[in-house]
């Protein structure tokens, strides 16, 4: 009897401990600054920027980089630099995913472009809106594929940075961009009620 006991224990305890290790994970953009950190929710809605935003980052493609673009009032910019050679150096371009749900608010996190006709995203560049009152003419025009959720702080810490003649900070803001993986429960925790 006592063996049975044993056997029912370890399986429920096995049980409990595999209940918990399938508790589903939402993936997390993290971007980490001299100024601090910034964490932001990556829509399901814009798969093909997400995914791309998550290759890049587990490859560490933006740690060498900086916030290279600081316009107070309107976007930090980062990545790849902005200028056409910088977009030529993308490491792919993306098809837009506009969605009427998705605009261009204060924290929005979407992907830089040029000019060209299809709207095509540059892989390498990442940009946060400053403006409080959001940017409504970049919408349908620029993608946005996530939003921050926490840090907003310092991401007016960076916007407020000193900048030359060409917007780019005097001091360089070097990004280590990341994606955690995050329960439920730990996004609760950080103010981020998650809509199942």
Request: glycine fraction near 8%; aromatic fraction near 10%; hydrophobic fraction near 40%.
């Amino acid at each position: 009897m006592k063996q049975i006991f044993i056997i029912l224990t370890l399986v429920i305890a096995y049980s409990c401990s595999n209940t918990k290790q399938e508790e589903k994970k939402y993936e997390i953009g993290q971007i980490k600054t001299i100024q601090g950190e910034m964490l932001f929710w990556l829509f399901d809605e814009t798969p093909i920027h997400r995914e791309s935003f998550i290759k890049l980052a587990n490859e560490n493609y933006w740690d060498t980089l900086t916030f290279n673009r600081v316009i107070k009032g309107f976007v930090i910019q980062g990545g790849c630099p902005d200028t056409p050679e910088g977009f030529s150096d993308s490491p792919y371009l993306l098809e837009p995913e506009f969605r009427d749900s998705i605009r261009h608010i204060y924290g929005a996190v979407g992907a830089g472009r040029d000019d060209n006709p299809g709207k095509l995203s540059a892989g390498c560049q990442l940009y946060i809106v400053h403006d409080l009152k959001g940017i409504p003419r970049l919408d349908d025009n620029y993608m946005i594929f996530g939003q921050v959720f926490k840090g907003l702080e310092v991401l007016d810490a960076i916007a407020n940075v000193a900048t030359d003649t060409l917007d780019t900070p005097l001091e360089p803001i070097q990004m280590d961009v990341n994606v955690l993986k995050l329960t439920k429960e730990e996004l609760e925790k950080l103010g981020y009620l998650v809509k199942d």
